[in-house]
């Protein structure tokens, strides 16, 4: 976390950088697809019962972390749809001060990501990576998703 290593580098004390890396925690959010439950439900990470996946085999479903659990969040048919899914996630968010659009393969769909995005957070700002081995082996080919940082501003 870029944010704790420059509270340190700044002279923060272990119990500040500690209390900067839990607000942040808070006010981040993900949000991801996958293109099939397949590997979410072999890697046991997945939280929604049985009957629900099989519902779910032929859709691509919009899940987010709650708390450190993958939880549903909207049932989508198509990638597109899917991709409009997770514009609508960041729209949720009424500060939105950064974005970061996540892939398992192919980065093709971040530019249909960020032409969406565009009119409420500027597209040059919005940061594409692929997911981390680890996580890509958990959501397969294909996955993809967002994370939103509100900012560390108490309301």
């Known amino acids: 976390m870029l944010a704790a290593a420059r509270a340190i580098a700044d002279g923060a ?49 919009l899940m987010i972390l709650d708390e450190g659990e ?19 996630f960041i729209e949720d968010f009424p500060r939105v001060q950064d974005v970061t659009a996540l892939y398992a ?5 971040i530019e249909k990501l960020q032409e969406k995005v565009d009119p409420i957070f500027p597209r040059h700002q919005v940061k594409s990576a692929r997911f981390g ?14 994370v939103v940082f509100e900012g560390n501003e108490e309301v």
């Open 105 to 109: 393969t192919t980065a093709e769909d």
């Open 13 to 61: 004390s272990p119990v500040e950088v500690h209390e900067l890396i839990h607000r942040t925690i808070r006010h981040t959010h993900a949000c991801f697809f996958v293109d099939t439950m397949d590997y979410l439900e072999l890697s046991g990470r997945l939280t929604i019962a049985a009957g629900v996946l099989g519902s779910m085999q032929r859709i691509k479903p």
């Open 70 to 88: 993958i939880v549903p969040y909207e049932r989508t048919r198509t990638r597109a749809k899917a991709i409009e899914g997770l514009y609508t």
């Open 133 to 146: 081995p680890a996580i890509a082996a958990y959501l397969g080919p294909g996955a993809m998703g967002v």
